[in-house]
């Protein structure tokens, strides 16, 4: 038996000895629905979305989920960054919000769970709180966020961390993210007056698809998300002397791919040498001048390290880049490290994991605790106030392809645990 | 003392012994300064040339060879494949002409040694041999081949080896290859009208800039060319699986570029594992999707081994593809290889190399033999009669470069050395 084999026959066990009440559910049907009748926004030949944010595609989206919302009782409003909230009163008008959502928008040639289904799942939620007649005490606020393929742009302009000079970024429908924000109703202008502070909200829950195989891999219905991971990511130059594939003895090589060989190699290695759940990843190679019959004089790619735990990030940095030094003295060779990215982990809030792992626990579901290897706006939410993340299982694995795929059983899944965990958390959070 | 040092000496004694007389030499003055005019035609900022074939850069070139040919009492004619061919009637007319030459044309941004050596050498020698009044058995014919940086098309057409579906290639200039030609003088729909039978030809010699830096480290001034390498060339497929570089667990990866590392690593290993002159190279890569963020689902990167020796080259292969094999099964990759080009070793000829090595013998230079790991309008050549080639060392090994060089010394000692040979092959060949 399997450590989350084992995991799930305690909750079960745990689940049995509570005695609870029968957990309140979303409707399934209408979920599978609206899953299939967004999915024809911005659909492709091969059966997944073209979404891309501010395209004609995502607004036609963002019009149906306004709908759904009003159906679900919620005012929807959309705000200066372009994000749609849907908010209902609570009982106690001093409290912060809780607000849970996701995204609608899509990578090109993407699939049709990545955001979409956090996203019905919240207007799921709210519509059986409402038809439920469930008073909550805090107030809730559906949230889709804008444009969160292109960087989390919507909710870092809530939690005040998008720059100023990131809105004349192109995004990939071809305009700036100035004029996407204004095409969707927002106002570049005023983003100032959306930017919530710290402890302004009561609390973020966001369920997702894993977009990696751990859960399926471990017949796990449910991923409790200890934290969205933290990154780095480098450009690495690799300089040699390019010469003639044919007159140049091989001792006499000054081969810069070579050199990258080696050290994508070894950061292989250095990765794994340690245990726990880091990854290294080295995705992007160039060589100059890149012919067949030319040993090749520079090399550049790209090298991204991930973990929930920054000082592991640096130490394995530090290590690899000793190595690579030490490469580069024997192949005659240089290596030059630029920073190109780095991103803080964003732990999740105790009390939200604990929520979630009681809301699965109480629908007799298995769950396991893991980090989220992808960025998520929850990230950016996880700076305001407690946030909990929520996975279900992808089926191999696979997103950002057509071939993105969760089960019916897992959509009902994770949009039952988020409904559980919501009320938890009102009920639980300050 | 080293093996060239050895044959250095060894071959400064055997000129003592042999007492024979002071050999006849070039006009270096006259020899330099053409070099240096030559040097105008398509001269870029940093001092070399962009002569692409078929360019007025070219065209200009062209000119002044023919000029200086006929200053050498050469009448030089145009053929249907844009060669120029200067011919000066030998002693018996029976006999098949001695050929030498080089060519004219040169890569994007290169240097200003490489074929104008061997073409003005040529001039060079014609003209001596004229102002000597020397008799020669032979006719001989100064041959500047067309658009040799190409791929050999000027002597590939005289040899039979060049197919029709080429000369429809777009050459760098812009011009397909027929228009090209044509804009030479010559005419793409004759070509089998100037192809020469194997035996047609007396012999074949050619002198040429090193391109490596073999003949500089060993301190030798002159090579005697074994052979042109043969080689083959590949497309090497590598398919993983593309995944999310942060979702995905070290363990779970079936990383493309990990295995074309593996496999970049293991080519230099297998290579460098027996000994000889053969080389292998990987050059070119490009890894898909290509971000920062993404496991690479697939590599695409060339292969190339060359030795003078076709059945080490086959044997290295085999090598290689079984160990690409288990690298495949142990990463969870699979490997293909697509033949790119197969090109057969052109050996030289004995009684070739022995003229070359008495030519430098007579005049006091060391010399050594070795393969040519570059191709040559010599390799198209050596199908049709004993073909001989003569190397001078470049400075730093350097080539297709502004920064190509060769000393003044060793542009009038690899002239001489061609002036002697030409003249004993003209007594030893039938």
């Not at 305690?10 to 049907?29: D, F, K, M």
């Not at 607004?59 to 909230?85: H, K, T």
């Not at 520079?298 to 390290?305: G, H, I, K, M, N």
């Not at 030490?326 to 732990?347: K, N, V, Y």
Request: with cysteine; hydrophobic share 40%; glycine share 12%.
């Amino acid at each position: 038996m399997g450590q989350a084999d084992q995991a799930a026959a305690a909750a079960q066990e745990r689940g049995r000895q509570q005695l609870s009440p029968i957990p309140p559910t979303v409707n399934a049907e209408r979920l599978h629905g609206r899953l299939a009748a967004l999915s024809h926004c911005g659909r492709t030949a091969a059966g997944g979305v073209t979404r891309l944010a501010y395209s004609d595609a995502d607004r036609e989206a963002r019009a149906l989920v306004m709908d759904w919302m009003r159906e679900a009782g919620l005012a929807p409003s959309v705000d200066f960054a372009g994000n749609i909230i849907g908010r209902r009163a609570g009982a106690d008008a001093s409290r912060g919000p809780l607000l849970f959502g996701s995204h609608v928008d899509s990578v090109p040639d993407g699939g049709n769970y990545d955001g979409p289904l956090g996203t019905l799942a919240a207007i799921e939620t709210a519509a059986v709180i409402a038809e439920q007649g469930r008073a909550l005490r805090h107030p809730i606020e559906v949230v889709v966020w804008s444009n969160e393929e292109g960087g989390l742009f919507g909710s870092r302009a809530v939690s005040g961390q998008l720059p100023v000079r990131e809105l004349q970024n192109v995004s990939r429908s071809g305009k700036t993210v100035a004029d996407g924000i204004a095409s969707i109703g927002g106002d570049p202008a005023r983003l100032d007056e959306i930017r919530r502070d710290t402890g302004a909200i009561a609390g973020y829950l966001e369920l997702h698809i894993e977009q990696g195989a751990i859960l399926e891999q471990s017949h796990t219905d449910i991923g409790v998300v200890e934290g969205i991971v933290g990154l780095r990511e480098w450009n690495v130059t690799i300089t040699g002397a390019a010469n003639h594939g044919g007159t140049t003895p091989m001792d006499e090589r000054r081969d810069a791919l070579l050199s990258a060989a080696r050290f994508i190699e070894m950061v292989n290695r250095v990765v794994r040498s340690v245990p726990g759940h880091q990854v290294g990843t080295v995705g992007r190679i160039e060589a100059t001048p890149g012919a067949v019959n030319a040993i090749a004089g520079l090399v550049v790619c790209s090298l991204e390290l991930r973990d929930l735990d920054t000082a592991k990030i640096d130490s394995l940095f530090a290590r690899i880049r000793g190595e690579a030094r030490r490469i580069g003295e024997s192949d005659g060779t240089t290596f030059a490290f630029a920073d190109l990215m780095t991103g803080a982990p964003a732990p999740s809030d105790p009390r939200m994991r604990e929520a979630i792992a009681q809301s699965a626990d109480a629908l007799g579901l298995s769950w396991r605790a893991m980090p989220s290897g992808a960025g998520h706006d929850a990230q950016a939410m996880a700076t305001l106030g407690p946030m909990g993340m929520i996975f279900v299982p992808s089926v191999g694995g696979i997103s950002h392809s057509p071939r993105e795929y969760s089960t019916p059983e897992a959509v009902v899944n994770g949009a039952n645990v988020l409904l559980g965990a919501l009320l938890a958390a009102d009920r639980e959070l300050p």
